[in-house]
């Protein structure tokens, strides 16, 4: 690291108490280049760690996952990147998010929810995380891998404010995004796309082995998400009509994983 380069963040280890990590920035002398250090002896040393991390994201902020010691998140002047394997290589994540400075990042831990704050005020979270803690070259070379997932609430949102009502949201001059997806969220990655003819679905069942719910998913090469909203196949109705199908009614079941 050059001489007189700028600390820009220091984060103490969760789960090793002599070790830290750091992030540094030398932008001020024309200096662009990522700079993310590590220290097992509190600071005596110190070890390089931006692996390839690509040239012009000089670096603002890192975090360590509080349960795997090798998934680390590094905020750049672009983009969010994260490391599955202690800082050797580094993917950035999008989701979505434009590119943008990345001042500042915390684990929600109760959620698995990573936060990230930006130089423009902006505010981003990245919903449960924890698929990321399963991922290596093993996972990956599987044909098809169904991630963990946390648990799902079922709820019943009709007593919610619509969108600008009570002075909240748009009739109020705020903008929001949209709410996270309801359900179940189940992440999965598959290796490579398999034939036209061959269709790819996760299999949900009850604790009797019963299937409760068949999704047929996007099976394109990828690491992907889909959300189950709890509910049940659709039942054909006797006549004068029923309650209950696959999207409407007031029953729903509780998932805690699947089968691919």
């Known amino acids: 690291v ?7 963040d220091l984060f103490a280890s969760p789960r090793e108490a002599d070790t830290v990590f750091a ?3 030398n932008w001020q002398r024309g200096d662009y280049q990522p700079y993310v250090v590590k220290s097992t002896d509190r600071g005596r040393t110190w070890t390089n760690i931006t692996g390839d991390l690509p040239d012009k994201h000089d670096t603002w902020s890192i975090v ?17 990147f994260a490391s599955v394997d202690g800082g050797r290589h580094w993917v950035a994540l999008r989701g979505g998010m434009p590119p943008i400075q990345i001042r500042d990042i915390a684990v929600q831990r109760r959620e698995i929810d990573l936060v990230l704050a930006t130089f423009g005020r902006g505010f981003y979270i990245l919903d ?4 990321l803690r399963e991922i290596s070259v093993q996972t990956l070379n599987d044909d098809a891998r169904l991630f963990g997932l946390r648990d799902a609430y079922l709820f019943n949102p009709v007593t919610l404010s619509p969108a600008g009502s009570a002075g909240q949201g748009p009739l109020s001059g705020l903008w929001s995004a949209a709410k996270p997806p309801f359900g179940a969220v189940f992440t999965y990655h598959v290796k490579q796309t398999p034939p036209d003819d061959v269709k790819l679905a996760i299999s949900i069942a009850d604790d009797t082995g019963r299937q409760i719910r068949r999704l047929e998913i996007d099976k394109a090469a990828g690491l992907r998400r889909v959300a189950w909203n709890l509910r049940g196949e659709a039942q054909a109705t006797s006549q004068g009509g029923g309650r209950g199908g696959a999207d409407g009614g007031q029953g729903g079941f509780v998932g805690r994983g699947g089968q691919p």
Request: aromatic share 16%.
């Open 2 to 8: 050059p001489k007189w380069t700028y600390v820009t």
């Open 23 to 25: 992030t540094l920035n």
């Open 64 to 80: 360590q996952d509080h349960v795997n010691s090798d998934l680390l998140f590094v905020g750049t002047e672009f983009a969010l």
């Open 128 to 131: 449960d995380y924890s698929a």
